[in-house]
C-alpha cells in the first residue's frame, strides 16, 4: 500500500501521457492525442511550423484543421488563409475540415476524434470543451500548436484541480448553462487561473452529454486550463459510432488532493444572465427582465447542438419572433444541422422568424453574419461578452441559455423562460 | 538582459479581445498593420505613443484573459511593447507571450504609475522604478519558460534544437 496521496484527473491523465508520476506544480513535457487548429488561428500555426524546419506532422491522422470562424470567407483576406490552411492540409495530410463542417469544439468529439482518457490540444481557448467527455484538453496558440504539431508533444505544468460539486436537480427553465454562469459569478474571471476544475454530483451526472460540454466550454471563463468530468455509462453511449478509437476513462482516486472544493446547489439556482462586458458579471435573470433587446443568436460551441435547438424550438413553436428583433440561429455542426432538420426543429425556428446561418463561429466572435449596432441589446447563447466581442465595441451582450434567449426573442426583451415550463411562475 | 522602458499603466482583466480585437485578427497575418491597433479599445492612441521610443505595458490582475489568439502577445511585440508587467496572467496569453519571445513579469504593479520610466531585469528579478525610487522584486521564471524566452520563442528553440529540449 502506497501512502502517496492519490490523484486527481488532470494528474493522471498528463502522468500517463508523460511517462512519470507528475503531480500538481510538476512541470512536463507528454505526448499529445490530437492537434486542432482553427481559421483564426491556424495560419500562424502554419507560419511557425514552417519557420521551426519541422519536416511533417509526427501523425497526419492526430492532426486537423477547422475552417469555422469566418466560414464562409467574408473578405478577400480571409479566403487567402484558408487556402493557406486548405494547400497546407494537401501538403501534410492534415483533415481539413471545410465551410459548413461546423465548430470547431462539436466536430473534434463528434467525428470521434478525442476519446476518454486522452491529452490533447487545440488552438483555440475553448478546446476545453472536451473535459466533458473525460479528455484532458486545453487551450494553446498557435506556435505551441505547431510545435504539437510537429513533434507530438509539448510542456505542460500540472494544474492545481478544484472540485466542483453540483448536487440536486436544476428547476425546471433552468439548464447546465444556468449553472456555469452562475459558477462563473462566484469564482471570477481569474477564479480558477492556472488550476483545472474537475466537476462531479448528481447534478452532473444527471445531465446530458451535450449540457455537460456547455459546462466544461466555460471553464475558461473562469481562467481554467481545463474543465474535467468523468466518463460514465452516458459518455461511453455517445461514443456508439463515433469512430474507431477506444475509450480509456480516467476517474480521480478517492483520496486526491484538491486545492479547493466549490459545492453548488443545483436547486436554488435559476435561469442566469451574464452582462456586459464580462462573463463574471453574472445575475439572476429578475435583475434584467425587460430589458429591451434587438438581436438574439443561439449557436456556438457553448449552446449550438441538437439539444439547444431542441429547447429554443419548444418554446418559439407556433410563436413569432418579436417585431423589430433580428434571431439568428447557428447550428454546431453539419451533423446537428441535419438531425435538426429531420426532427422539425429548424423548420419551426425559421417560422418563429429566425435567420439560419451556416454552421460556425461568426456571429459570437464578431467575424460575419450579424455584427449588432451601436448601442444595441443582444442576447446571445455564446459564452463572451467582452467589449467589441461580436465585431462592434458599442452593443450590450448578454448570455444567457437557449431558453432564455428563446423566450427574449418573442418578447423583444430579456424574458424569463420559467413560464413555458412545468412549475413555471406565470 | 535589462529592459530600460517608459511604464503604459492599464487596469485589471485586460482581455484579448482589448488587446486586439477578434475583427482585425481574422483578416491578415500582417502584425506590424494589426499592431496600430494594438490595445485601441482602452486607448486610441496607444500604438502611436509607444511605438517611438518603445515601452512596458503595466497592468493589473489576469492580463491577457479570454482567447487563445497569439495576435495578442505579437501586437505588442510589433507595437514596440518590450514587456508586461501584471500582478498576474492568464495562463494562455503567459505562455503565448514566452513562446512569441514576449518577456512577462508577475509582480506587484501597485506603485508603478503611467509615465514611470521602469528598467526590468529578468535575471535579478527586479523592476526598478526609477521615477519612484522603489525596486520591485519579482521570481524569476521556472526554468523551461526562462530556457525558451532565452532561445527567443519557441519557433527558435526549435529552430536551435531541432526540436524539445527541455
Known sequence: MSEIAGKTIAEKILSAHAGMDARAGDIVVADVDFVMGQDGTSPLAIRAFERMGAE?????????????HSSPSPLEGVSALHTIMREFGKRTGAKVYDIGCGVCHQLIPEQGHVVPGDLMVGCDSHTCTYGALNVFSTGVGSTDGAAAMAAGKLWFKVPETIRVVAEGELPPGSFSKDLVLHLAGRLGADGATYKSLEFSGSTIDDLSVEARMTISNMAIEMGAKAGLMRAD????????????????????????????????????????????????????IEEVLGTPIAQGFLGTCTNGRFEDLAIAAGILAGRKVADGVRFIVAPASRRIYLDAMEAGLIQTLVEAGAAVVTPGCGPCVGTHNGVPSDGENVISTANRNFKGRMGNSNPFIYLASPATVAASVIEGAIADPRQYFEGGER | MTIAERAFKFGDDINTDYIISGKYKFKSTDMDDMATHAMEELDPDYFAKVKPQGGILVAGRNFGMGSSREQAPLVLIHSNTKAVLAKSFARIFFRNAINTGLPVVECDTDLIDDGDELALDLEAGVVHDHTKGIDVPFAPLPPVMATLLADGGLVEHFRKHGGFAL
Open chain 1, 56 to 68: 511533417g506532422l509526427f501523425d497526419p491522422k492526430k492532426v486537423a484543421l477547422v475552417i469555422d
Open chain 1, 233 to 284: 455509462a452516458k459518455t461511453l453511449a455517445w461514443y456508439e459510432g463515433r469512430g474507431e478509437r477506444t475509450p480509456a476513462p480516467v476517474d480521480p482516486d478517492l483520496d486526491a488532493v484538491y486545492c479547493d472544493e466549490v459545492p453548488l446547489d443545483a436547486r436554488t439556482i435559476g435561469p442566469h444572465v451574464a452582462k456586459p462586458h464580462s462573463v463574471d458579471n453574472a445575475a439572476p
